[in-house]
């Protein structure tokens, strides 16, 4: 045995004098230890003394600045990764796994996995279900965690030195997706719960990962585990549809969020999982609560929160479509779509929740200057001004522009319907989703067919970012 704390206690003296070389540091430890297990023993020490391992072996304290914004807009699931996925495929059912039966047992599971989510029905992972969901969600996966870390990042809430919990990890589409949104000089303690089959796959494609994104799985479930300090990061990803009592879940883990942490929940945009998270969201961040809804619904009047239906999802640029998902779908019934084993939209809703107080955006209505939604009904073919954050793409089927909007306080849906483009309303059109717009002089109607308002942007309106 290695004596740990004489280890520890070298390396804290030696961090701010040079590199720490495991080699010089045995020389110090009673009974000389090999350098190597002096290396080892730096290594599972390395994120709690914030040091970071160089390439040639010796240690330097962590970079401590934020991580900056990484430009995110991955174009393809990187080749490395689909070369792992492919690797685990031939290793258990040969190098023609995507034809026979192997073939036809994977597109059966992946038939059943996308049922049981449109249904809402509870998903078993055994193996052929794990990797064919590997196949079908790790690109879109991948790709949809870095964009919504943007939110965090583009303020400097996102830390090098980072501990991260991913409740439900799967097969690793988030986790690869964190690597890689992160900078080479990140120092990571990451930390997976996954307690079915999918972590059979997940421990493979984490081996794809570099040295200082230091990874443990943990086989169990998110009700059983037992957290062991703090987190920067909670990350839920796409897996509160698959709990039985999903706001019991989040609310435990709140309790291990650094008090400058953050919790992110991300689920696909269909109706159901879109929805479910937003009644999550609001049951954990009640009204006055101690939890405060980052982004990106926000609310910007103080003393109020939306009762509307929630459903609201951000869209990115596809992926170029892997090869795995290719091969696997030529063989589809001669009664299937061309791409109905293609996964490759980015499509998702999200909520980031902190206990700091901390908003993405820190701006809040006043009745003085704006109406406020849970009062549309008195404004009713009436020109109003109003505060609103942008709440999805163009919803349109090619007529009329048509965006959700919300500003927290909303009892049912609201939708800016853009009828006459000018210069001075097109930010409804550029803005991002997330962002904060002004309307003025914005006409109010009520949809029969829709059950919802509808708010008229024509060439008399103006519609502005507010920051």
Do not use: C
Not at 237 to 250: H, Q, S, T, W, Y
Not at 421 to 440: C, H, K, S
């Amino acid at each position: 045995m290695i004596d740990r704390d004489a280890v520890r206690d070298n390396a804290k003296y030696l961090r701010n004098v040079r590199p720490i070389d495991p080699d010089e540091i045995a020389e110090y430890i009673e009974g000389a230890p090999h350098p190597a297990v002096v290396k080892q023993t730096l290594r599972e020490e390395a994120y709690d003394l914030g040091l970071f391992e160089q390439d040639d072996g010796t240690f330097v304290p962590a970079n401590d600045d934020p991580v900056p914004l990484p430009g995110w807009s991955p174009e393809a699931f990187p080749s490395d990764y689909s070369f792992a996925v492919e690797d685990l495929l031939i290793q258990r059912y040969g190098a023609n796994w995507h034809v026979g039966d192997s073939g036809d047992r994977l597109r059966q599971r992946i038939r059943q996995l996308k049922a049981d989510y449109f249904e809402g029905n509870p998903v078993e992972y055994d193996e052929d279900a794990a990797l064919g969901y590997a196949i079908y969600h790790l690109p879109d996966y991948y790709a949809t965690v870095g964009y919504v870390l943007d939110d965090l990042t583009e303020r400097g809430l996102l830390p090098r030195e980072l501990r991260v919990l991913d409740v439900g990890a799967g097969t690793g589409g988030p986790a690869l997706g964190l690597h890689d949104y992160l900078p080479d000089d990140a120092l990571v303690d990451y930390h997976a719960l996954e307690p079915s089959a999918s972590a059979d796959v997940l421990e493979r494609m984490l081996s794809e990962t570099r040295r200082n994104f230091r990874t443990s799985i943990h086989r169990e479930t998110a009700e059983a585990f037992d957290p062991d300090g703090e987190y920067d990061i909670v990350l839920f990803g796409n897996v509160l549809n698959e709990l039985d009592d999903p706001v019991a879940v989040v609310q435990k883990y709140l309790d291990v969020v650094a008090d400058d942490g953050a919790i992110v929940a991300i689920e696909p945009a269909d109706r159901n999982t879109s929805i479910g998270l937003r009644e999550v969201e609001r049951e954990v961040a009640p009204v006055n609560g101690d939890v405060t809804i980052y982004s990106p619904t926000l609310r910007l009047w103080d003393g109020f929160a939306p009762s509307d239906r929630g459903w609201s999802f951000d869209v990115q640029p596809d992926l170029d479509v892997p090869a795995f998902q290719s091969r696997l779908d030529d063989g589809r019934d001669p009664d299937e779509d061309e791409g109905t084993f293609v996964n490759v939209d980015v499509q998702y809703s999200y909520s980031i929740l902190r206990t700091d107080g901390e908003r993405r955006f820190g701006i809040r209505a006043t009745p003085e200057r704006f109406a406020k939604m849970a009062e549309m009904e008195r404004h009713v073919t009436n020109r109003i001004d109003l505060l609103a954050v942008k709440l999805s793409h163009d919803l349109s089927d090619g007529r009329n522009q048509l965006f959700k909007i919300g500003d927290g306080s909303e009892e049912t849906d609201h939708y800016a319907v853009r009828t006459k483009p000018t210069i001075l309303n097109a930010d409804l059109d550029e803005a991002d989703y997330g962002d904060i717009l002004v309307f003025e002089n914005v006409l109010v109607l009520w949809n029969d067919d829709e059950e919802a308002y509808n708010l008229v942007v024509d060439d008399e309106t103006i519609v502005d970012r507010a920051v």
